[in-house]
C-alpha cells in the first residue's frame, strides 16, 4: 500500500475552495451520470486515455463519495453530487488508467484534477484551487509544469 500523504492536505484546499457547506448542484444519479459523461468527454480525458465507460451509484450508506477500481465505479451520496466532487472522483478514475499504483491523492492525480478543472470549471476556478492547494503544501504533476 503506498501512502497517501497529502489526502488530507487536499480535502482541506478543497474545503477552503469549494465550501463543502453548499448545497449539491444535483438531484438526481441521471443529472451525476450526464456530468459523468461530460468529463468522459472532456479533451483532456480523451487525450489521456481515460476510460469510454464509468458506472455511477449512489454511494448509498457512504459517508463520502469514492472512486472504486475494482469495478470503474463512482459513487455519489446525496450531498456529495457536485461537479466538483464529480471531477475529484473521476480524476481518482483517470489516475487509475494513467498512473497504475500512485497515491490516490498523489501529485499525478492533482494534477489530472486541476486540468479537468481548468477545462470543465474555467480557467480561474483552476488558478484559485491550486493556489488553495499551494496555501495547504499540496503539490502536483503535468498541470502548467
Not at 461530460?38 to 472512486?67: E, F, P
Not at 501529485?107 to 484534477?113: D, L, M, P, Q
Request: proline share 3%.
Amino acid at each position: 500500500m503506498i501512502r497517501d500523504g497529502q489526502r488530507s492536505k487536499v480535502y482541506e484546499a478543497e474545503d477552503a475552495y469549494f465550501k463543502k457547506s453548499l448545497p449539491p448542484e444535483y438531484a438526481t444519479m441521471d443529472e451525476v451520470g450526464e456530468y459523468v459523461q461530460v468529463v468522459i468527454n472532456s479533451q483532456y480525458w480523451k487525450k489521456c486515455g481515460g476510460w469510454k465507460r464509468v458506472k455511477t451509484g449512489t454511494g448509498q450508506g457512504r459517508r463520502s463519495a469514492c472512486y472504486k477500481p475494482y469495478s470503474k465505479q463512482v459513487c455519489f451520496p446525496l450531498w456529495s453530487r457536485s461537479r466538483w466532487i464529480v471531477i475529484h472522483e473521476m480524476s481518482h478514475c483517470l489516475t487509475d488508467k494513467t498512473s497504475k499504483g500512485a497515491p490516490w491523492h498523489g501529485t499525478h492525480f492533482v494534477g489530472h484534477y486541476l486540468n479537468l478543472v481548468e477545462e470543465l470549471l474555467g480557467v480561474d476556478v483552476a488558478e484559485s484551487l491550486a493556489e488553495s492547494f499551494v496555501s495547504q503544501g499540496v503539490r502536483w504533476y503535468g498541470w502548467r509544469t
